[in-house]
C-alpha cells in the first residue's frame, strides 16, 4: 500500500453559535474528524497539482451543536470542496 500524506492549511475558522467549551473542543474534534478523511478523494481531485478551496462556508450549526457537529460540517464542506460541488451553505 501506498501511504499518501494531506497538507492542509486553514487560515480562518469562524464558529458562531458554538458555546465556550465547545469552541475549546473544536480544534481537537476537528484533527480527528480530519484524520476520518479517506486521502484518496484528494488525489483524484489534484492530480495535477495543488488543490485550492479559496472559501468554504460548511452551514449553519443547529442550536446547542456540539463541537463534533461543527468539526464533521467543515469536513464535509471540505469533502464536498474537493469533489468540485458546493457546501452545506451552497458556497465552497
Known amino acids: 500500500m501506498n501511504a499518501r500524506n494531506v497538507h492542509l492549511r486553514i487560515d480562518r475558522i469562524a464558529l458562531e453559535g458554538l458555546s465556550d467549551q465547545a469552541r475549546r473542543r ?3 474534534a476537528l484533527e480527528a474528524a480530519l484524520g476520518k478523511l479517506d486521502a484518496t478523494a484528494f488525489e483524484r481531485s489534484a492530480a495535477s497539482g ?3 478551496i479559496s472559501n468554504l462556508d460548511a452551514g449553519r450549526l443547529p442550536a446547542n451543536a ?3 457537529q461543527a468539526a464533521g460540517m467543515v469536513v464535509d464542506g471540505i469533502r464536498l470542496g474537493v469533489s468540485g460541488r458546493t457546501g452545506g451553505g451552497g458556497h465552497v
Open 26 to 28: 473544536f480544534p481537537s
Open 50 to 52: 495543488r488543490l485550492r
Open 66 to 68: 456540539t463541537a463534533e
